[in-house]
Structures are given as structure tokens and as C-alpha cells.
């Protein structure tokens, strides 16, 4: 039993689970959550890495014995045996002996270009909104197709005039999917 910590371990197990999709949903999330700042104070244990066949995704620490929503756990197995030998592992879910497995070193043996650059803050919601208010007005044009940035350029071209603040945004988190494309960008014209 091995407590992955390593953010390239994080990574790579998350990019394992996304591929076992629907059935590994619930370990899926706690993962990609402990990737973007580990909000819930989650870990992830896995029977043997890097082909780990049982993972399962726990609070860190003593959980209370009064606190309901600290005793949660997500499990993802692809054999049975191997997740049974894992929940058995002292300390994989509270267990007897009350001991936690160890960590894997923080020096793994991932290399570094495994880990994916930290993301991009995301843009404020007031940003997002005014670029959803963009896509639902139709004297723009359709925007069916085309990024937002395409669809603001030809309205500028047909002198329709569109706000600049849409662009600026656009400009800026040019990166971002979610800013980039419209709420219907994956249906052709």
C-alpha cells in the first residue's frame, strides 16, 4: 500500500482513471481535485504503482468519529483481490492497528516533464457571464463553429459593433477554453 504524493503521480494517475470512465467516477474526482489544490484534504492510495490495480481516495489524517463527511472514502478497482488486499492493509481505512502506510518518497522517480504547467487562474464569473450575454445576442451573427474571438472579429468587419470589452477579454484568457469558445462552439454551421 503507497500514499502517492508526488504531483506526477497525481498526474498520471489522473490521466489512468480518465481512461476508466464511467466506472472509476467517483476516485476520478477526488484525484483531479487533489491536482487543483486539494480542497477536500484528500490522498490517494493504491495498491502498487505505477500499474496499480485498487486505488482508493481518503481524507488525510484521523478522521473524528463524530464527523460523518470526514469518514468518506472513493474506491476504483480493476481486480477484486487486489482491492480486498487493499482495504485489509493496516491503516488503509482506519484500520486496527491505527497505523498510516507509508508515503511515497517526495523524490519519485516521475520525471518532471510528466507533470502538466500549473493552470491559469480562472476568469472572474462576472467575465464569463458577459461572454454568454455575447453568444445569446444574435445581431453579432451566429456563433456556431467559430471561437468567440471569430465571431467578434466578423461583427467588427460588418460594422456591427460589438463591445471591446469582449474582445479585451477574449485577448486575455486566450488560453482558456472556456473563454475561447462559445456555448455552442461543438455544433457545425
Known amino acids: 500500500m503507497l500514499i502517492l504524493t508526488c504531483p506526477a503521480q497525481l498526474q498520471r494517475l489522473e490521466g489512468a ?61 480493476r481486480d477484486l483481490g487486489a482491492y480486498q488486499a487493499l482495504l485489509e492493509s493496516p491503516g488503509a481505512v482506519g484500520g486496527a492497528s491505527g497505523q498510516a502506510p507509508p508515503p511515497v518518497p517526495e523524490s519519485c522517480p516521475c520525471p518532471a516533464e510528466e507533470a502538466p504547467a500549473p493552470a491559469a487562474p480562472c476568469p472572474d464569473p462576472a467575465v464569463l457571464d458577459m461572454l454568454r450575454r455575447f453568444d445569446l445576442s444574435w445581431e453579432y451573427g451566429p456563433c456556431t463553429g467559430i471561437t468567440r474571438l471569430q465571431r467578434w472579429e466578423r461583427a467588427q468587419a460588418l460594422g456591427l459593433s460589438p463591445p471591446a470589452p469582449v474582445r479585451d477579454a477574449l485577448l486575455e484568457h486566450q488560453d482558456d477554453p472556456a473563454v475561447t469558445y462559445s456555448l455552442w462552439h461543438e455544433y457545425p454551421l
Do not use: K, Q
Open 17 to 77: 482513471l480518465r481512461r476508466s470512465l464511467p466506472l472509476a467516477l467517483p476516485v476520478y474526482g477526488a484525484v483531479m481535485n487533489m491536482n487543483r489544490g486539494n480542497p477536500g484534504d484528500f490522498e490517494a492510495v493504491v495498491d502498487t504503482w505505477p500499474d496499480f490495480r485498487a486505488v482508493l481516495a481518503r481524507r488525510r489524517g484521523e478522521a473524528p468519529a463524530d464527523d460523518c463527511y470526514m469518514n468518506m472514502h472513493a474506491a476504483f478497482y
